[in-house]
């Protein structure tokens, strides 16, 4: 059986598993409630922090906190 080769999560210890830093687009759509089109004009507008991995491109989650609070303005 193949494993995925993504992971959602890691334990490294007791204290729990590890939160990821970035997420998909399609995934960013989802934790915010939009399109995948409207997470796309959020990194044009600068909302959103969107960082390459070679030719993957993800979505900070820093950034979708801030989003998701309201605080986009105070980068």
Do not use: C, W
Not at 19 to 34: H, I, K, M, Y
Not at 46 to 71: C, K, M, Q, W
């Amino acid at each position: 059986m193949k494993q995925s080769q993504h992971a959602r999560s890691v334990d490294v210890d007791s204290e729990g598993p590890l939160t990821p830093l970035t997420v998909t687009f399609p995934d960013a759509g989802a934790l915010l409630s939009v399109s995948i089109r409207q997470v796309y004009r959020l990194v044009d507008i600068g909302v959103l922090e969107a960082r390459n991995f070679g030719r993957a491109r993800r979505i900070t989650t820093r950034s979708l906190r801030r989003a998701a609070d309201g605080d986009a303005e105070q980068q």
